[in-house]
């Protein structure tokens, strides 16, 4: 076999230096008591709760914003926060900004607030005033839709016309005024985007009024900075100053630019600045999206266009395990949209296969065109790769007394981008066979009582309902060995109406005859092709890198030679494309994680105050720790 070792090589994550400004907003720092024995006073916490409409966080970061600048060495700041990438309307992040919550609780859906759930999950400013009913909170907003709906439980709500009034009205409140949070809201930046087509965007070509707005906040900003500056009480109080947007705006982004990830949305694009006199600088960078991934790849299409690769039929049983073999597959995948689920989600597939050696759900061949007809007899033996909602799964059945099979489903991963998929089954001196499935490295099940948030992650004992012996889950067929469309799958047969229809590409398959060791499966499952580095290299009995680019042969470069043989029931069921991408990008629920989301913004407001969270109002936020 020859040596094929791409270089593996990382994203670069762009890191801001910001030069330190002439005057920074002033440092609190406590003075020593002139008596040692004297009890230390504690200031008051204060809020100063200020977001910004569609200013995307990049936009903000490159625009002139000396007043937010003076934030920063004593901030925890980030110019890729997240709004809700999958409802960008302003009231749904509004909602999540202001109850801690997000949409699946509050239901805020659309701008007029229809159908809401806010009196099960209402503002945080009524959460707080059930606890402390005293406390004196306002909010000042440039949308009357806001005040209306989210300023529940302050004792001061205004709206004014535009964002000059509402900085007006917070400067003079502010100077005298003993509110301990004060909220505002702007809105000059989103209807600076909105004033082009694609227009949130502050280069001079595209919209120079968008990062002329965002100059205009920055003044506003520094306007209520000084402000606050400016208290007679000042010097015994401790601010905690939050300025943040609710979202970004529809721009247009470069190849360059685009990850593939949340982090290339320019909507859900956000910035966020929390401030106090006593935090050190703390910037959450773009967390790592994958690694750069390049080369070509075989698309298939699923019914009606049947593209498929097949191995011939005199050398697939090459490629069955009998009773007595461990064995590990491994492929590279990235699934496209589905246009049928497209509803249910961007890549939601239900069960197609697209990978496997295994006979028909009904009991014939696998590439026959009959429709299933349900699952159970030895016909069916052998394993298949499918799609299963955001997931995979692995199922497996057998001869003897494994007809049934078992479905094992894979952890989640995220779409348009490669993933790899490895499963490993392993006999043990027990008798028992076991599975370990790894998504990216990571090892784990979501299924048989598991949820993804919490993935099986011992090895899966095929055995564990009272079958005895490897022999009950031999897997050997007739099947060839095939990728691409799958006949007779649930949900994926020939009707054209199915769930099942794919849409993937498919790189590096790998069958080992040897059950890769955990540690092994995980730290070469995102390595982009192998070699004889590899420890098991010796073990690999079929390699398909599917790098040719063109033609109907698919090159098996492992021992047997076993090459694939491209073919199609009607036009563009496959084809070859190249790519340039991202491979093992982590899931969005992952990443979303890793920087500050607009739900977290009211537990950390209730965090400063030292107001406990109930378990009954069910927030979904988090707090961020300055270092």
């Given at each position: 076999?020859?040596?094929?070792?791409?270089?593996?090589?990382?994203?670069?994550?762009f890191v801001l230096t910001l030069a330190a400004c002439n005057h920074s907003f002033d440092k609190v720092v406590p003075p020593s008591p002139t008596n040692p024995n004297?009890?230390?006073?504690?200031?008051?916490?204060?809020?100063?709760?200020?977001?910004?409409?569609?200013?995307?966080?990049?936009?903000?970061?490159?625009?002139?914003?000396?007043?937010?600048?003076t934030l920063i060495p004593n901030a925890i700041y980030t110019w890729n926060s997240l709004a809700d990438a999958t409802n960008t309307t302003d009231a749904a992040n509004w909602a999540d900004m202001i109850t801690g919550v997000k949409k699946e609780k509050h239901n805020v859906l659309t701008e007029d607030f229809a159908g809401n759930a806010l009196a099960t999950y209402p503002s945080i400013f009524q959460r707080i005033k059930s606890v402390r009913p005293t406390m004196r909170m306002a909010a000042f907003s440039a949308s009357t839709v806001f005040k209306t709906n989210l300023t529940g439980g302050m004792d001061v709500s205004e709206s004014f016309t535009s964002d000059d009034a509402v900085k007006t009205r917070m400067v003079?409140?502010?100077?005298?005024?003993?509110?301990?949070?004060?909220?505002?809201?702007?809105?000059?930046?989103?209807?600076?985007?909105?004033?082009?087509?694609?227009?949130?965007?502050?280069?001079?070509?595209?919209?120079?009024?968008?990062?002329?707005?965002?100059?205009?906040?920055?003044?506003?900003?520094?306007?209520?900075?000084?402000?606050?500056?400016g208290r007679a009480t000042y010097s015994k109080?401790?601010?905690?100053?939050?300025?943040?947007?609710?979202?970004?705006?529809?721009?247009?982004?470069?190849?360059?630019?685009?990850?593939?990830?949340?982090?290339s949305n320019p909507v859900a694009n956000t910035f966020t600045i929390i401030y106090n006199a006593g935090y050190n600088p703390t910037f959450i960078g773009k967390p790592f999206v994958g690694n750069a991934y390049v080369g070509n790849s075989v698309r298939f299409l699923g019914y009606p266009e049947q593209g498929v690769a097949q191995a011939s039929p005199a050398l697939s049983p090459y490629f069955n395990f009998g009773d007595t073999s461990d064995f590990t597959i491994s492929v590279k995948i990235?699934?496209?949209?589905?246009?049928?689920?497209?509803?249910?989600?961007?890549?939601?597939?239900?069960?197609?296969?697209?990978?496997?050696?295994?006979?028909?759900?009904?009991?014939?061949?696998?590439?026959?065109?009959?429709?299933?007809?349900?699952?159970?007899?030895?016909?069916?033996?052998?394993?298949?790769?499918c799609l299963y909602q955001n997931d995979w799964r692995f199922f497996l059945s057998g001869i003897n007394g494994f007809k049934q099979g078992v479905e094992l489903r894979g952890m989640p991963f995220t779409g348009d981008s490669w993933h790899d998929l490895t499963a490993v089954v392993e006999k043990k001196p027990d008798g028992h066979a076991y599975v370990r499935l790894y998504t990216d490295g990571v090892l784990g099940l979501t299924n048989q009582g598991?949820?993804?948030?919490?993935?099986?992650?011992?090895?899966?004992?095929?055995?564990?309902?009272?079958?005895?012996?490897?022999?009950?889950?031999?897997?050997?067929?007739?099947?060839?060995?095939?990728?691409?469309?799958?006949?007779g799958e649930m949900d994926g047969g020939t009707s054209g109406s199915t769930f099942g229809k794919i849409d993937v590409e498919l790189k590096e398959l790998k069958i080992f005859k040897v059950a890769l060791p955990d540690g092994i499966a995980k730290q070469y499952a995102c390595d982009q092709s192998i070699d004889v580095s590899h420890p098991y290299f010796s073990y690999l009995i079929g390699y398909w890198p599917m790098d040719e680019g063109t033609g109907t042969v698919i090159k098996d470069k492992g021992p047997i030679g076993a090459n694939l043989t491209l073919s199609q029931n009607s036009t563009n069921g496959y084809r070859w494309q190249p790519f340039q991408d991202l491979i093992c990008s982590p899931?969005?629920?992952?990443?979303?994680?890793?920087?500050?989301?607009?739900?977290d913004i009211p537990t950390q407001i209730l965090s400063?105050?030292?107001?406990?969270?109930?378990?009954?109002?069910?927030?979904?936020?988090?707090?961020?720790?300055?270092n």
């Open positions: 076999m020859k040596n094929f070792k791409a270089k593996l090589f990382g994203v670069s994550l004297a009890a230390t006073v504690f200031k008051t916490p204060k809020v100063l709760y200020i977001i910004a409409d569609g200013a995307r966080g990049t936009q903000v970061r490159d625009a002139d914003i000396p007043n937010l600048k003079s409140f502010l100077a005298t005024d003993t509110a301990s949070l004060i909220l505002g809201e702007f809105a000059g930046i989103e209807a600076a985007g909105n004033s082009v087509p694609l227009g949130f965007d502050n280069t001079a070509t595209v919209n120079p009024a968008y990062k002329t707005a965002i100059g205009t906040f920055d003044t506003q900003v520094g306007a209520i900075l000084a402000a606050i500056k109080e401790n601010w905690m100053i939050i300025i943040t947007s609710n979202k970004g705006g529809a721009a247009t982004i470069t190849q360059a630019q685009n990850d593939r990830t949340v982090f990235k699934k496209h949209v589905n246009p049928v689920t497209i509803s249910r989600g961007d890549y939601y597939y239900q069960w197609p296969g697209f990978m496997g050696k295994r006979g028909n759900a009904n009991g014939t061949d696998a590439n026959s065109v009959a429709p299933t007809t349900g699952w159970g007899n030895s016909n069916g033996a052998g394993w298949d790769f598991y949820s993804i948030t919490a993935p099986y992650t011992s090895p899966y004992d095929l055995n564990r309902n009272g079958a005895t012996g490897r022999k009950d889950v031999n897997l050997d067929n007739a099947s060839v060995l095939r990728l691409g469309y799958t006949p899931v969005a629920s992952n990443l979303a994680l890793l920087v500050p989301k607009n739900s400063w105050f030292n107001i406990a969270r109930q378990s009954t109002w069910s927030l979904d936020g988090k707090v961020w720790i300055a």
